[in-house]
């Protein structure tokens, strides 16, 4: 039947807006199975929620957008695709929004000839964006698409609808050859995600031209997916680079391709870097993510940063039971106790002079110890910003996972507030954020308890119960080497350091049953001793109960294993007894020595 519909002859940037809105409101409701068949460049199950959120984004900034000119519509698209991308779809997609701004400068109206020139200026900057570009990828169906267009325009189309359709066609033929390019893909018999997620937003602004109406773009996911991939993702590897690191830079006349040089000097991979002269944003895998925010610095001001752990993230195929536990790096437990449960942690940030770091990722205990003891003016600690927890909740529950947040105590630190905004977002899922009212090995104790309970099998709101009856049982008490580090921190008033000072006496800190830090008591003579913690720590536990046992140490190892010894002497009845070495979070407050000791009751439920 002939399509007697009236052509559309050109785009105003409200009815781009609209169009591009349903696009996106359909990637969100597909981004599960899109986390479901991405396998390159690495299985990590998450180019579905990358694509989605950095697609929100635009969403968020253009929500009211009072913009006229399709030109000035595209400039806010491409800066907001440019601040939320996440991923290496995210941000090749950022760097095609970028491209497509350049081909519409100028334009108030979008006519098909626009469109198809515009399509093919992203395509071109989606290709500049990769480092090593690889055929069979998202950058492959973008162009495959533009060219489509632009024959189209050739001969005579100027229907935006008809040439929609035309494209949209081709992008699909595109996509199903991607197997056939990358072998990867084939073994595993999908087709690239990316390129699905840019088909996927095709699908969804062609149906709100077939139907004029635009679904909810925070929908319920759908429940119809066919065809169970998660086996054959969990055949691959993550490959030889852990941590998907990324990075904003901010600054005049910045060089993309110096910046992509110098980057690709590192020992790294799938390196992708989007954007213009006055914003960029990196994507690279690499093993050690201070690197790449150290060599990022010599060409502008970092404003963003992140690194996920991407072993992590593919051991969530594997991950035992239904719950999943998350915590921020206020928390100290060991390396391997955190491996073991598969506690997943969202860094706290800290900042030496203009510089950021972020908490056991971009800077070591030991490379802050250090640079604490040369700094002149002291370091400042900083909460993950609300974002950082709702990438990890929208990561866990995209595959199938509820989710127990423990956090710092909100007395001591606005850590979990930021966790709890993520958490009340509408898409966020199921996630539960419990407040410790505790911190380092305290924090460290309940969140393994509740990593426990995940594991055993128990059921969210099993584990949320545990938790919440753990809380009031917990206990930590600390004492600092030097306490100057503690009043420089504001965590301890001078007065104290002076009376302490002058009576010989060092005093011994708690989290009281508040979450505020609180005076527990004094040990004679000053510094951090360990046979008086110990001697604290076993006066305060019952003889007949049997406990956990938590000691951080803030580069005073001899002093943790001093006091594990000397409680393990004292007390019979001890579950376990773990060493952490203590974070920057916790040794900006307590300063080099110091000593912690966390303490619970074995959950029977545990036993």
Known sequence: ????????????????????????????????????????????????????????????????SPDERVDDLMEHVADAALDGARGNSGAIMAQYFHGFREGVTGRRLLTAEGFARAAVAGAEAAWTAMSRPVPGTLPTVLEDFSKELSERVAVGVHDIRALLRFGLERARVSLANTPNQLPVLKQAGVVDAGGQGFVDLLEGIWEFTESGKIRNAVAVL?????????????????????????????????????????????????????????????????????????????????????????????????????????????????PDEIARLGIHMVPVRLSFGDREYLDRVSLS???????????????????????????VYSLLTSHGYSVVSVGLSQQLSG?????????????????????????????????????????????????????????????????????SYAVKGGRVPGWVRTIFGLLHLNPVLTANRDGKMALAGFHRGMGADPDRLARTVVRRMKSDTMYRVLVAHANNEAGAEATRHAILERHGRIHSCHIAEAGPALGVHFGPGGLIAGFTPQPGVLS
């Open 222 to 334: 759908r429940t119809d997916l066919q065809a169970d991939l998660t086996g054959a993702v969990q055949d691959f590897e993550v490959g030889e680079h852990r941590f998907c690191t990324e990075c904003v830079l901010e600054g005049e006349h910045i060089d993309r391709e110096a910046v992509m040089a110098r980057l690709e000097q590192l020992d790294a991979s799938s390196l992708v870097v989007a954007g213009g002269q006055q914003r960029v944003r990196v994507h690279i895998h690499v093993n050690n993510p201070a690197e790449v925010f150290l060599a990022c610095e010599a060409f502008g001001t970092i404003k963003q940063q992140k690194a996920d752990d991407m072993e992590r993230q593919h051991g969530l195929l594997d991950h035992a039971g239904e719950v999943a536990v998350v915590v921020d790096s206020g928390a100290d437990i060991p």
């Open 1 to 64: 039947m002939p399509d007697n519909r009236p052509a559309i002859a050109y785009l105003d940037a409200p009815r781009l807006l609209r169009a591009l809105a349903a696009g996106i409101a359909n990637v969100f409701e597909r981004r599960e199975y899109l986390n479901r068949i991405n396998v390159f460049p690495v299985p990590d199950g998450d180019t579905g929620t990358n694509m989605a959120f950095s697609f929100k984004t635009i969403l968020e900034a253009t929500q009211s």
């Open 415 to 483: 850590t979990t507030a930021a966790a709890l905004q993520a958490a009340g977002r509408p898409d966020a899922g199921d996630v539960r954020v419990i407040d410790s009212l505790s911190a380092t090995a305290g924090e460290g104790l309940v969140a393994t308890v509740a990593a426990e309970a995940a594991m055993a099998g128990m059921a969210v709101d099993e584990v949320e119960a545990l938790v919440r009856e753990t809380i009031p049982l917990t206990r930590v008490v600390g004492v600092c080497d030097d306490l």
């Open 365 to 391: 205990a030991e490379e802050f110890y250090r640079m604490l003891g040369e700094a002149e003016e002291p370091p400042l600690t900083s909460q993950p910003p609300a974002q950082d927890f709702a990438r």
